[in-house]
């Protein structure tokens, strides 16, 4: 159980393997080059997680133009859907495709399968569609699936290896997001480490990334360490709004939100395992605007706050305490509210967006109208002439 003052919620049900069936011997055919490329996986700071677990959205195409409306130039997906990589051409908008954890042993045991699915999801498609990054997994590590665990590494090797057979390594990223389970300690920030159990699956990964250039993601949500623990946590601390915060004595820093507290325990974690000089990106993070009743702080309120909150924060460009110079780069979770998502019922109500298109939080910006109370005749509704000053912080924050 996570203490009161801790800002990230861990689960220790985990088993140890041997290292050797992490540390295999495709780093060294991968990456003994050290290739660090310079990838342009991400423009700006803001981007978007676009998921579809749902029966009730508007078609890819109009998507796009609504996120070209919304000057969202950043999309993160969570397969690799072909009616979303058609939609998506010419766009100009870069997108992160994904490979689902149910595929990636299989990547893992036969490179030829890395080959098949980079042929049948990425040569078609490149470089019309501006794919920039392919996401391996999701949260793998620190789950309870050690064989899962174990082949992440490796399903990460084969697919980069099968882009550099295509002259494409260098173009588009290669990453696994975690979740906080990565954690041993993340409180204060500067205590910041990663799970010794973890070592040997994380290890190898962030020795590729750092050869590779890439960076570490990370899923930070508030919203659940919030949930987890409301009697202790300041909910204003949680949400960005004024509030004491708490004062780091090892590093005397002082942080005001826990969103940037989350983001610094990361960088002393991959600090103390070795890696100071790797940037942190946020792949994940959110408020649920509903929720069940035991659900505290997921509430439509809340969510407007946050969101809005981290646009501004975003829109300023600027590091944390502890990385200054660091500019801090995140996915929304998420695009949409999800009707078809399983688990509690903050998972169906993380959206920007209500299913048939219209705004669900109310942040100065317009969406997707209907012409008629079904899903069919989609359309964008215009910008009206005169913007609220909340849209021209929303647009500004991918400019």
Request: proline share 6%; no cysteine; glycine share 8%.
């Amino acid at each position: 159980m996570r203490s009161a003052t801790s800002h990230f919620t861990v689960d220790h049900h985990y088993s140890l393997p041997s290292p050797a069936t992490v540390t295999r011997a495709g780093i060294e055919s991968s990456s003994s080059q050290s290739e660090v490329a310079a990838f342009h996986s991400f423009v700006g700071t803001y981007g978007v997680n676009y998921g579809r677990i749902a029966d009730n959205l508007p078609p890819p195409t109009e998507v796009v133009k609504l996120l070209q409306m919304a000057r969202i130039k950043n999309v993160r997906i969570f397969d690799s859907d072909h009616t979303v990589l058609d939609a998506f051409r010419n766009s100009g908008l870069n997108l992160a495709i994904a490979i689902p954890n149910g595929l990636v042993k299989d990547i893992s045991a036969t490179p030829s399968k890395a080959m098949d699915w980079v042929n049948e999801n990425v040569r078609p498609y490149y470089p019309s569609t501006r794919i920039v990054a392919i996401i391996v997994g999701n949260e793998i590590l620190g789950g309870q699936d050690t064989g899962l665990a174990e082949a992440l590494f490796g399903a990460v090797v084969n697919i980069h290896d099968a882009l550099r057979a295509m002259r494409l390594s260098g173009r588009i990223e290669v990453n696994t997001p975690h979740s906080e389970a990565v954690f041993g300690t993340s409180y204060p920030p500067s205590a910041g480490t990663f799970r010794p159990d973890l070592m040997p699956y994380l290890k190898p990964l962030l020795d590729f990334f750092s050869k590779t250039g890439a960076p570490f993601y990370v899923n930070a949500y508030p919203f659940l360490a919030y949930m987890s623990d409301p009697e202790h946590i300041d909910v204003n601390y949680a949400l960005m709004k004024p509030n004491a915060g708490i004062l780091d004595q090892k590093t005397n820093l002082h942080y005001d939100n826990m969103f940037e507290a989350q983001i610094d325990a990361t960088y002393a974690a991959l600090e103390a395992a070795g890696y100071s000089d790797m940037e942190v990106r946020v792949s994940e993070t959110g408020w649920a605007s509903a929720g069940d009743a035991t659900e505290p702080g997921a509430t439509l309120e809340n969510a407007r706050t946050y969101n809005f909150n981290l646009r501004k924060r975003l829109f300023l460009r600027k590091g944390t305490p502890y990385r200054p110079k660091r500019v801090v780069k995140a996915f929304i979770f998420a695009l949409f509210n999800e009707d078809l998502k399983t688990g509690p019922g903050s998972e169906r109500h993380f959206g920007l967006f209500k299913p048939d298109g219209s705004v669900s939080l109310d942040l100065g910006f317009k969406g997707l109208t209907s012409s008629s109370s079904s899903i069919k005749g989609w359309k964008i509704a215009r910008y009206s002439a005169t913007l609220l000053s909340s849209t021209f912080i929303f647009l500004a924050l991918s400019t």
